[in-house]
C-alpha cells in the first residue's frame, strides 16, 4: 500500500534532523597527552611512597610530612587512576 505524502515528508524531516544533530556533535579533541601523564603520576607515587618506607628517615621533607606521605603517594596513584580514565 503507497505511503501518503504528508507520512513521506515526515520520514524525510526526521531522517534530515537525526543527520543535522549528528553533524552539531564535534568529536573529542586528541588525547595524546593522557598516557604520559598517566603513567608519570602513577609512578610518582609509587616512588613516594618506596622512598618513605626505605629513606623516610633521611629525607628532610618526607620525615616532617610523618604519615601524611602515605596519604600523598595514593592520592597520586588515585589522581592517576582518574587521568586514566579520559584515555579514549
Not at 598516557?35 to 608519570?40: E, K, L
Not at 611512597?49 to 603517594?73: E, F, K, R
Not at 595514593?74 to 586514566?84: D, E, T, W
Request: overall charge positive; charged content about 20%.
Amino acid at each position: 500500500m503507497p505511503e501518503s505524502k504528508a507520512r513521506k515528508n515526515v520520514a524525510t524531516r526526521r531522517k534530515r534532523e537525526r543527520g543535522a544533530a549528528a553533524a552539531a556533535v564535534k568529536a573529542p579533541g586528541s588525547r595524546r597527552w593522557v598516557p604520559p601523564v598517566f603513567i608519570t603520576v602513577g609512578l610518582l607515587g609509587v616512588a613516594w611512597l618506596v622512598v618513605y618506607y626505605i629513606a623516610g628517615s633521611m629525607v628532610p621533607l618526607i620525615s616532617d610530612l610523618g604519615d601524611w606521605n602515605i596519604l600523598i603517594g595514593m592520592g597520586l596513584m588515585a589522581s592517576a587512576f582518574v587521568i586514566s580514565t579520559l584515555w579514549r
